[in-house]
């Protein structure tokens, strides 16, 4: 069974520092992983997506990378701004089962002013 | 584009009440609807997927009885969550998976804004 597990469960920034949220995942046979971001209270809001045939993927100060073999992904942030003060979960699909998302628990990032 | 609405966004009820959350998918047709359970802190863990016309696949150990799932239509999922407990109590996301043929959304699910049910 497919395990996503995200390191560090929380982190505090000053505003403007560069930092690295980490997700690894079980099994490698996958079919993309997808980087969401969740405001309290509210739902998935799609950040970056990567098929298993990507390294990496980029849309603004966003950067996430993949590594299938070593099962890990990661997700940077440049020059962080309070406004990306959020719960950042990762998510892997299968290959035998492309439409279940198996999530992880979250990173919960707080950048302060 | 690819807009998903849940409504509603809010349910206070009594413990034994049933409560309806309805899962539209707004400017896309989605033949599968998936339906999501977060308990605090924890992360999302899919209870179903829905299939328009078709029977709900349940997750080992969610209750078929207990939420009833309707896919009636391309747009429209619903769940039903039957005399409601507290420990039903949660945050009930679903997401919806685009038909390829109706739409330029593909390879990815189009998740709702959430529902939070409060069973007192």
């Known amino acids: 069974k497919q395990e996503v597990t995200q390191i560090p469960a929380a982190l505090s920034v000053p505003e403007g520092e560069n930092l690295v949220l980490n997700c690894s995942f079980t099994d490698s046979a996958i079919y993309n992983l997808q980087w969401f971001r969740q405001d309290p209270g509210k739902g998935l809001t799609s950040l970056l997506l990567i098929q298993s045939s990507q390294r990496e993927q980029t849309s603004g100060r966003l950067n996430a990378s993949l590594d299938k073999s070593s099962g890990r992904s990661t997700l940077y942030i440049a020059a962080s701004q309070p406004g990306d003060s959020a719960t950042y979960l990762c998510a892997v699909r299968g290959i035998y089962n492309f439409n279940k998302f198996y999530f992880g628990s979250g990173t919960k990032l707080n950048v302060k002013p | 584009g690819a807009v998903v609405s849940q409504h509603p966004s809010r349910v206070i009820c009594k413990s034994g009440t049933s409560v309806k959350i309805e899962c539209r998918s707004l400017?896309?047709?989605?033949?599968?609807m998936f339906w999501y359970r977060q308990f605090p802190k924890q992360s999302l863990m899919l209870m179903a997927t829905s299939n328009e016309g078709s029977k709900a696949t349940y997750e080992q150990g969610i209750e078929k009885d207990k939420f009833l799932i309707n896919h009636a239509s391309l747009t429209l999922s619903t769940l039903t969550v039957t005399s409601a407990h507290p420990e039903d109590s949660s945050f009930y996301i679903c997401s919806a998976s685009a038909l390829f043929e109706t739409s330029p959304y593909t390879d990815t699910q189009y998740f709702g804004p959430g529902t939070r049910l409060t069973v007192l």
């Open positions: 400017d896309f047709q989605a033949t599968t």
